[in-house]
């Protein structure tokens, strides 16, 4: 052992425009100011011969909630993905939630036309992340506000690893209990102003393509993109 530092210095930055990231607090995203209550679930939406899906846990906050979906695949049975193919369907599962009033959020495909017109719903299906190894692969999902009712069902399909609509229901009570006690750690920054354009710009797209609508609010004016 020496007293030579192991990690080599960082090189100089380069010079750059001074471009200002603020921190803000994202209305239909997780608050940045407070630890959700992990609740663990184990349950099975789908299994296979080849393919298995599970929610694994939920993480409760009073602002909604964050479902965990893993899927995993029996070696040597992933198919191919062929440059013919809708990579959104191929890649991984199709992932939705069905609230306990009908109100279906992800059942229109990513990227896909706007939903007809009609009254917004104001609860959204955002994916917060997805990352997998081939044959283990996890999401996270952010349903908001949280749900009504006694129960939701998250749905899947996979129709390129021959995966049928399957569901598995998730009861709220223990979860609205969790998030009852959900660890406020210190204030909030300030929310986003209208007429901002930062990458936060685009969560009405993520909104929009994984919920039944979105309905995002700024200083009291409502823009709606459905």
Request: no cysteine; proline share 12%; hydrophobic share 35%.
């Amino acid at each position: 052992m020496t007293d030579t530092p192991f990690f080599d210095p960082w090189p100089e930055p380069e010079a750059d425009d001074g471009y200002d990231n603020p921190d803000l607090d994202l209305p239909w995203m997780p608050p940045v100011n407070v630890a959700g209550i992990v609740v663990p679930v184990a349950a099975e939406i789908h299994r296979g011969e080849d393919v298995v899906v599970r929610v694994t846990h939920l993480v409760a906050y009073q602002r909604g909630l964050e479902v965990h979906v893993d899927t995993w695949l029996r070696p040597g049975t992933r198919r191919p993905v062929a440059p013919t193919d809708d990579m959104w369907r191929a890649q991984e599962p199709r992932i939705g939630i069905r609230l306990a009033d009908g109100t279906r959020l992800g059942h229109r495909a990513p990227h896909g036309p706007p939903a007809p017109d009609g009254d917004p719903s104001t609860a959204s299906l955002t994916q917060l992340h997805g990352h997998g190894s081939g044959l283990h692969l996890s999401s996270a999902w952010w349903v908001s506000p949280f749900p009504e009712g006694e129960s939701l069902q998250v749905l899947i399909e996979w129709e390129h690893q021959g995966v049928p609509e399957s569901s598995a229901r998730v009861e709220l009570g223990t979860l609205r209990g969790a998030a009852a006690r959900e660890d406020v750690l210190w204030d909030p920054p300030p929310a986003p102003q209208e007429g901002f354009f930062g990458w936060a710009g685009y969560a009405p797209t993520s909104g929009e393509a994984y919920g039944s609508s979105l309905t995002i609010t700024f200083d009291g004016d409502e823009n709606e993109d459905s």
